[in-house]
């Protein structure tokens, strides 16, 4: 069925990684440890569900951009 997340936990986690693109990793541990210092969350449920979906959410964005590059590459070479 695959994964349910909140409208909330989503859209904290996109504005975590539109402010911190830069800091933002694959790493599920290394993003829990950002979600902590930025975001005041009052359980850790919540702080890991976020964590989890900054870290899908950056996989996502970063194979989007991937995609992207090799599509220019191919455009450019035809």
Not at 26 to 33: E, G, I, L, M, S
Request: no cysteine; charged share 35%.
């Amino acid at each position: 069925m695959g994964n349910v997340y909140t409208k909330d936990i989503k859209r904290v986690a996109m504005q975590l990684y539109e402010k911190f693109k830069d800091q933002i990793s694959t790493d599920y541990q290394a993003n829990k440890k950002i979600v902590d210092a930025y975001v005041d969350v009052m359980s850790k449920k919540v702080r890991n569900r976020i964590a989890g979906y900054l870290t899908r959410y950056a996989k996502m964005q970063r194979t989007q951009v991937k995609n992207e590059v090799e599509e220019e590459y191919i455009e450019g070479e035809g």
